[in-house]
């Protein structure tokens, strides 16, 4: 029997640029030892007061269907939220509560593509964009974004490819890079949304981990909240990445459609899941500043043993759990570099290329091991890529 093209095309064939990742997972299954840097999972666990209210929620009886839009206390709180730090003014008729920010992304491009419509997205990217927009049967198309520009994707860039384009997808705080998009970067998407008439998917799941610079939501540019869906998360701000609840926040009426698909796809998130949320998002500042503190901290220690030489190169580290470092030296490619690495120091890192062709020759380190390990490691890998560089 013939599966479906949709399904069967997904990755778009080739290597999905995650053999490092899969060889030191093995590594660790036969009892080796290795330092692994490489995905998006914060060391500690979801926070004691969090489970507490997950607990009280489900042992007082929420375990029920919940309302498929997500309940009103969270749809309120989220719609709070972006308000403050936005200045937008947003109601809970606003906001789909969602099973974390991939369902996110995937309901967002749902909504505004329809079958073989071209959507951006930026290169380099985090890992399942392609995917995703190949899911609703959208046509992918990069917006490279170079090293020269530290990654930021300029007006031009994204003007060069939007003749057509139904939507763009960007991210800040950037996974992989770690860069925080500036005003004029935010202003050139915005510019480039208005002028080619394209929907602004903003994912924003990192927009509490900003060590450097200020975080803009394009949503809050002229003329844009009607055009842009904000993906948000508790999986980074909270270290929720196992409870599977995020949002998107847009115009009402395409969040009106939205609940429309979610009951017909997801039916909603747990009760006692929302009212963890819900919790947690009243801790305010506080908690997040918590859950954030150890890469805020780890991102000083990479900096300084980075600052003492001039061999490995860093993208400039302003926000997410990331740093991006430039191993263009060693003259090797991040695969290259990478696999080297594993094999000689049992240290794993994800290739640049795993991200996209714009990010060849650098590899993307997650700083989540603990303080003394991390700085081992990048200690590590600086006099690596001295030994080995031509
Ligand atoms: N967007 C980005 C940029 C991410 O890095 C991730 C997770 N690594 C997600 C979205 C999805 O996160 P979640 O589904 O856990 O909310």
Redesign the pocket.
């Known amino acids: 029997m013939n599966m479906s093209k949709r399904i069967v095309g997904l990755t778009g064939g080739g290597s999905d640029g995650w053999d490092v990742f899969y060889k030191a997972r093995k590594m660790v299954d036969d009892g080796v030892a290795v330092t692994e840097l490489t ?3 914060h060391d500690i666990r979801t926070d004691q007061s969090i489970l507490d209210a997950m607990h009280r929620s489900a042992s007082g009886g929420h375990t029920g269907y919940a309302m498929v839009p997500g309940t009103d206390s969270l749809r309120d709180a989220v719609a709070a939220r972006l308000t403050a730090r936005t200045g937008v003014h947003t109601t809970r008729n606003n906001v789909l509560i969602t ?7 995937f309901a967002s491009h749902h909504a505004v593509c329809d079958e073989g419509d071209v959507a951006l997205y930026c290169d380099p990217y ?3 964009y392609p995917g995703t927009l190949r899911s609703v049967g959208a046509v992918p198309r990069a917006v490279p974004c170079l090293p020269e520009n530290a990654f930021q994707p300029a007006f031009a860039d994204i003007a060069a490819k939007s003749s057509g384009a139904k939507s763009l997808l960007v ?1 800040s705080p ?2 992989p890079t770690g860069v925080v998009y500036t005003r004029e970067t935010v202003e050139g998407i915005a510019r480039a949304c208005r002028e080619y008439d394209m929907w602004c998917i903003s ?1 924003e ?2 927009d509490t981990q900003v060590w450097e610079g200020t975080h803009i939501s394009p949503r809050t540019l002229e003329g844009m909240a009607e055009r842009t869906l904000v ?1 948000g ?4 701000s909270h270290a929720m ?1 196992g409870s ?3 949002w998107i926040v847009g115009p009402k009426d395409v969040i009106a459609n939205l609940i429309t698909l979610a009951t017909h796809t997801t039916y909603g998130v747990p009760g006692y899941i929302q009212d963890a949320a819900v919790f947690a998002l009243g801790e305010g500042l506080a908690l997040e500043e918590k859950v954030g503190a150890p890469f805020r901290r780890r991102r000083a220690i990479g900096q300084a043993i980075l600052a003492e030489q001039n061999v490995v190169g860093l993208v400039p580290s302003s926000g ?1 759990m990331y740093m991006m470092l430039d191993m263009r030296a060693t003259e090797l490619t991040g695969e290259g570099f990478a696999e080297k690495l594993l094999d000689t120091h049992k240290i794993a890192v994800m290739p640049g290329e795993s991200f996209g062709s714009s990010a060849a020759g650098h590899v993307r380190v997650a700083m989540t091991v603990d303080d003394d390990a991390f700085a081992t490691a990048l200690k590590t890998i600086v006099d690596f890529a001295k030994e080995i560089q031509p």
């Not at 998360?233 to 980074?236: A, E, L, T």
């Open positions: 995905i998006g999972e099973p974390g920010g991939q369902s996110a992304l985090y890992a399942t991210n950037n996974n994912d799941v990192y993906v998360s508790m999986s980074k990445t599977r609840v995020g997410a």
